[in-house]
Every structure is written in structure tokens, then in C-alpha cells.
């Protein structure tokens, strides 16, 4: 990985933590319709720019030059959020639309001799970004946040579907998947990059809250939760998510389509789990024994569906499988469960949050027997007859699969 493109994310840790702040700072479905809206763009920046970086040598000047135009742009749209719905709301635009258009139109020049079926594609992608525009100019002069909120929850609609279409223009058709040539190795480690970041940016709120807090019972043991949280998110994360994303991408016939799903896409609740569950850190370490109130309950749910169901996409491509993680689907229903009992007992926040603290460790672990021996394996090892059963019933599953299989085969 270039010096630059790690440069170039440090701004990024910077629109992260306004993020959570924003969020943090608006604990209301408003508040956090807005924060959705400011994140599927600050998303959107990073990861067509780490698509052009595919495609561009970042030691070329030019190269270098137009990242770091990004760069100072992504500042000046990052600078703006904590206002964007607000005064700061035409600054925050008018950066964005720079941000997308530009650095298309660039790329698109860049690469038109030595690769212009990808230069076609910026090209096209410059197209639906400069059509999404207008709606984010129009909502930052609207006084009317509905109005505003509209018609940048359109711009969005417009831009994340472009890919999904294959970039079709008129006049210039659509892209074509053999044309999405990238780098899976160089694709990976970014999305890596990146949940560093979030999961970094969390760290940072829960150091800085707790050495602001007053001494009170729970406080350690608040600090001491919110980083095992991490560390399991890390965990699940890069210990086979990561790995065979990688491998994934990296031996796929097509790795950009892998790229576009399994990266671009299944990536967002990855990240947005991670940012929202940053804000829940900051809020136990800050009163950790304080009843669970409804709008913690739901910070906390949201953020562990969100990241759970964002892992358990991922890995189901990644896999190969066209089922999800057992332990991801089950914990989701365990973490719906959990937020009933918050929502209803109030118990302590410590209480609340170390108990979904727990469920992230139970998935690490869980996986982690599954992939390293397996759970199964042990437990027939042993000759326990919960082994033999489930083997059992996996097995009659399985031939139930077939036989499905082979009579769609046979008509």
C-alpha cells in the first residue's frame, strides 16, 4: 500500500469521529436519519476513491496531486457535519459533488490510453454523480430540513444505484463486468483499513471519555468493556472475514463484481455498526450505572444489527455458501432478545452493554471453534451424544438439499 492512500485516510479518521459526534450529539430518529445521510456520502467519497486507486499510480504526480485535492476537499466536507443540516449545509454539498465529480472525471482521463474501458467507466460514473448533483445543491438551499433531507436521501438513491445498473448511460451503455478489473489484494486491505479506522475512532471516544469522567463505581469496568467490545468486533472481522475476503476476491473470475458486493456494498453496515456502537461506548463509560434508556437500547441494538448482519453478508460471499454464518444468524435474534429486556427491565447501562458485549465474544468464539477443528468434531470426539445428533441432522438436511436440487435439475 502507497504512503499516500494512507495519508489520504487520515482524513477520513477525522469524518468518522464527527460522525459519532453528530449521532451522539442528536440521539433522535431524526437525528439519526441524518447521520445515515452524512455517512452514505462520507462512504460513498472513500470508496470510489479507493476504486480510482485501483486504477492509478499513485507515485505519478498528477496522481498524487488529484488525492490530495481529495484530501483537502474531504476536509473541507468533513468540517462541515457537524452544520450540514444546518448553515454548513451548502459547504457540505458543493465538497461532496467536487469530490465525485472531480476525481471521475480525472480517472477518466488518466486511464482513457492505457485502459479505456475503465476510463469509460469514471466517465460514466462522473455522469451519474454530475445527475445527482442538482439535488444536493437544491436540499443544502432549502431552509426546510424534510425538504433537504428528501432530496439528499434522492441524490443517494441515485448515486448508490448506479453501480447496481452497471453504470448504464445513454449513448455511452453500461459497463461491463470484464472491464471491472481491480486489484483484490489492494481492494481488501483497504475495506481492512477503513474498520481499522472505525474501530480506532471508537477507542479514541472511550479513552478520551473516560480520563474526562469523574471517579464512580463501574467506570473501569465500563473502560474494560467497551474494548473487549472492540476487540471482538476486530476479531470477527480479520480472523476469517478479512482473510477469506481476500482469498475470495483475489482467485475470483470476476473480482470486481466481488468487489462491487461483497466490498462496496456489504461493507456499509459493517462500518455504520462500528460508528454507532462507538457512540453506545462513549455513553456507558459515561454513566455507566444509569438505568438503560430507550434511546441507548436502541443505539446499541441498532449498531450490533447492523454490524452482525453487514459480517454475515460478507462472509456469505466470501464463503462461497449460499447460507449465512449459523453464529451470525442466531446472535441476531439473541441481540432482538436482548434489546426487549433493555426496553423493558431498564437494567443498569453497564449491565445492558456487558451483556452484548458478551454475545460478541460468543460469536468470536463460536467461530472460531467452527473453523478451527470444529465444535461438531469435538463433541464426537468426545462420543457426546449432542455430537451424534447434530451430525444427525445435519446430514439429513444435507440430503434434503440434494434432493431438492436434483429435482429442479430434472424439471
Same mark, same amino acid.
Given at each position: 500500500?502507497?504512503?499516500?492512500?494512507?495519508?489520504?485516510?487520515?482524513?477520513?479518521? %477525522?469524518?468518522?469521529?464527527?460522525?459519532?459526534?453528530?449521532?451522539?450529539?442528536?440521539?433522535?430518529?431524526?437525528?439519526?436519519?441524518?447521520?445515515?445521510?452524512?455517512?452514505?456520502? *462520507?462512504? @460513498?467519497?472513500?470508496?470510489?476513491?479507493?476504486?480510482?486507486?485501483?486504477?492509478?499510480?499513485?507515485?505519478?504526480?498528477?496522481?498524487?496531486?488529484?488525492?490530495?485535492?481529495?484530501?483537502?476537499?474531504?476536509? *473541507?466536507?468533513?468540517?462541515? $457535519?457537524?452544520?450540514?443540516?444546518?448553515?454548513?449545509? =451548502?459547504?457540505?454539498?458543493?465538497?461532496?459533488?467536487?469530490?465525485?465529480?472531480?476525481?471521475?472525471?480525472?480517472?477518466? +482521463? !488518466? &486511464?482513457?490510453?492505457?485502459?479505456?474501458?475503465?476510463?469509460?467507466?469514471?466517465?460514466?460514473?462522473? $455522469?451519474?454523480?454530475? !445527475?445527482?448533483? /442538482?439535488?444536493?445543491?437544491?436540499?443544502?438551499?432549502?431552509?426546510?430540513?424534510?425538504?433537504? $433531507?428528501?432530496? +439528499?436521501?434522492?441524490?443517494?438513491?441515485?448515486?448508490?444505484?448506479?453501480?447496481?445498473?452497471?453504470?448504464? *448511460?445513454?449513448? =455511452?451503455?453500461?459497463?461491463?463486468?470484464?472491464?471491472?478489473?481491480?486489484?483484490?489484494?489492494?481492494?481488501?486491505?483497504?475495506?481492512?483499513? #477503513? #474498520? #481499522?479506522?472505525?474501530?480506532?475512532?471508537?477507542?479514541?471516544?472511550?479513552?478520551?471519555?473516560?480520563?474526562?469522567?469523574?471517579?464512580? /463505581?463501574?467506570?473501569?469496568?465500563?473502560?474494560?468493556?467497551? %474494548?473487549?467490545?472492540?476487540?471482538?468486533? @476486530? @476479531?470477527?472481522?480479520?480472523?476469517?472475514?478479512?482473510?477469506?475476503?481476500?482469498?475470495?476476491?483475489?482467485?475470483?473470475?470476476? /473480482?470486481?463484481?466481488?468487489?462491487?458486493?461483497?466490498?462496496?456494498?456489504?461493507?456499509?453496515?459493517?462500518?455504520?455498526? #462500528?460508528?454507532?456502537? !462507538?457512540?453506545?461506548?462513549?455513553?456507558?463509560?459515561?454513566?455507566?450505572?444509569?438505568?438503560?434508556?430507550?434511546?441507548?437500547?436502541?443505539?446499541?441494538?441498532?449498531?450490533?444489527?447492523?454490524?452482525?448482519?453487514? &459480517?454475515?453478508?460478507?462472509?456469505?460471499?466470501?464463503?462461497?455458501?449460499?447460507?449465512?454464518?449459523?453464529?451470525?444468524?442466531?446472535?441476531?435474534? $439473541?441481540?432482538?432478545?436482548?434489546?426487549?429486556?433493555? +426496553?423493558?427491565?431498564?437494567?443498569?447501562?453497564?449491565?445492558?452493554?456487558?451483556?452484548?458485549?458478551?454475545?460478541?465474544?460468543?460469536?468470536?468464539?463460536?467461530?472460531?471453534?467452527?473453523?478451527?477443528?470444529? +465444535?461438531?468434531?469435538?463433541?464426537?470426539?468426545?462420543?457426546?451424544?449432542?455430537?451424534?445428533?447434530?451430525?444427525?441432522?445435519?446430514?439429513?438436511?444435507?440430503?434434503?438439499?440434494?434432493?431438492?436440487?436434483?429435482?429442479?435439475?430434472?424439471?
Amino acid at each position: 500500500m502507497n504512503t499516500i492512500e494512507l495519508f489520504f485516510d487520515l482524513v477520513y479518521v %477525522f469524518a468518522i469521529t464527527q460522525l459519532s459526534h453528530h449521532l451522539l450529539a442528536h440521539l433522535t430518529w431524526a437525528g439519526a436519519l441524518e447521520t445515515a445521510i452524512l455517512f452514505g456520502a *462520507v462512504w @460513498w467519497a472513500w470508496m470510489w476513491t479507493t476504486w480510482a486507486t485501483n486504477w492509478l499510480e499513485p507515485d505519478r504526480a498528477p496522481v498524487r496531486l488529484m488525492i490530495g485535492a481529495v484530501m483537502l476537499l474531504s476536509l *473541507v466536507m468533513s468540517t462541515a $457535519i457537524p452544520n450540514a443540516f444546518g448553515p454548513g449545509g =451548502l459547504q457540505f454539498a458543493l465538497s461532496y459533488c467536487a469530490i465525485q465529480i472531480g476525481r471521475c472525471l480525472f480517472t477518466a +482521463w !488518466a &486511464m482513457e490510453r492505457d485502459d479505456p474501458g475503465n476510463g469509460r467507466n469514471m466517465l460514466r460514473g462522473a $455522469i451519474w454523480f454530475a !445527475a445527482a448533483a /442538482p439535488l444536493w445543491i437544491a436540499g443544502a438551499l432549502s431552509d426546510d430540513m424534510t425538504v433537504r $433531507i428528501g432530496l +439528499w436521501l434522492a441524490a443517494l438513491a441515485i448515486e448508490y444505484t448506479g453501480p447496481m445498473v452497471y453504470l448504464w *448511460v445513454p449513448l =455511452l451503455g453500461r459497463s461491463l463486468l470484464s472491464e471491472w478489473r481491480v486489484s483484490g489484494a489492494h481492494m481488501a486491505e483497504r475495506c481492512g483499513l #477503513i #474498520i #481499522i479506522i472505525a474501530l480506532g475512532e471508537g477507542l479514541i471516544l472511550i479513552g478520551s471519555t473516560y480520563a474526562k469522567a469523574e471517579p464512580q /463505581p463501574g467506570l473501569t469496568l465500563a473502560l474494560v468493556n467497551a %474494548f473487549v467490545g472492540s476487540f471482538a468486533m @476486530w @476479531w470477527l472481522y480479520f480472523d476469517m472475514g478479512a482473510r477469506r475476503g481476500a482469498h475470495h476476491i483475489e482467485n475470483h473470475d470476476l /473480482p470486481g463484481l466481488v468487489a462491487r458486493q461483497a466490498f462496496t456494498y456489504w461493507h456499509i453496515p459493517i462500518v455504520a455498526g #462500528i460508528i454507532v456502537l !462507538a457512540v453506545a461506548d462513549e455513553l456507558v463509560v459515561a454513566h455507566p450505572l444509569e438505568p438503560a434508556h430507550p434511546e441507548f437500547v436502541a443505539v446499541i441494538l441498532a449498531g450490533t444489527l447492523l454490524f452482525i448482519g453487514g &459480517m454475515a453478508g460478507f462472509k456469505r460471499i466470501s464463503s462461497g455458501n449460499p447460507w449465512f454464518p449459523a453464529s451470525h444468524g442466531y446472535s441476531l435474534f $439473541i441481540a432482538l432478545g436482548l434489546a426487549l429486556w433493555g +426496553w423493558l427491565a431498564h437494567p443498569p447501562s453497564l449491565l445492558f452493554f456487558s451483556a452484548t458485549t458478551a454475545l460478541f465474544v460468543l460469536i468470536a468464539v463460536w467461530e472460531w471453534g467452527s473453523f478451527h477443528g470444529g +465444535w461438531l468434531e469435538r463433541m464426537e470426539a468426545r462420543d457426546w451424544r449432542l455430537g451424534h445428533f447434530l451430525r444427525r441432522r445435519l446430514e439429513r438436511r444435507r440430503e434434503r438439499r440434494l434432493a431438492k436440487a436434483a429435482a429442479r435439475r430434472n424439471g
